[in-house]
């Protein structure tokens, strides 16, 4: 009965921290406005209006976009002493290679907005920790759909391609984390 009452607390909690991460993605959406016109005035690449000067280190940016997007969700269970297992979901996103390109560089976007920091990589494949717990293992991935559909509403990725002489594609769509697609790559889904 207490294990009863444990996962509804749990439960319960989660509920309360996607409510509060909704109103407080809400909040920052609504406020966002305010700041727009200060943020843009600092980004590289734009017209400062005191100096009058562009910064000239943005890279080209390129058509078309880095396609063939696929996003796949895979498990891990470890069983522990005293019927507990330790589990983990992570996310997976490959795309298709794209012509000339040096490496690749994700950005993160979150409800607030862009992440201004780019990770950059050579694979064509990138992989997180979108969910775990440790918990009995009668209960088996506890509370896995919910802590999934958190990351959904709140965290996603997009990729470019990175080539030579300071040209990079057009962003990618935005995927969230923790959804998933049904379309294959052509090669294998582990690409180099």
């Known amino acids: 009965m207490n294990l009863k009452i444990l996962s509804l607390v749990q439960l319960q909690c989660l509920r309360l921290m996607l409510l509060l991460t909704l109103i407080f993605g809400l909040i920052l959406i609504v406020d966002d406005g305010s700041s727009i016109a200060a943020q843009k005035v600092g980004q ?15 890279p080209q940016v390129i058509q078309p976009s880095v396609t063939g997007l696929v996003s796949t969700l895979s498990d891990e269970v470890e069983e522990l002493p005293a019927q507990l297992i330790r589990w983990s979901t992570y996310w997976q996103l490959c795309w298709e290679a794209y012509p000339e390109a040096e490496a690749y560089e994700l950005q993160t976007v979150l409800m607030e907005g862009k992440s201004p920091k780019f990770k950059r990589q050579s694979d064509r494949c990138f992989r997180i920790q979108a969910a775990s717990n440790e918990n009995q293992k009668s209960q088996g991935l506890l509370n896995r759909d919910l802590i999934l559909l958190l990351h959904k509403i709140q965290l996603g990725y997009r990729v470019r391609a990175v080539l030579d002489n300071n040209r990079v594609s057009e962003w990618s769509q935005v995927m969230a984390v923790g959804a998933t697609t049904t379309s294959q790559l052509n090669s294998t889904n582990n690409p180099s």
Do not use: H
């Not at 590289?44 to 943005?58: F, H, K, R, W, Y």
């Open 44 to 58: 590289p690449g734009l017209i400062n209006p005191v100096t009058a000067d562009i910064t000239s280190s943005q």
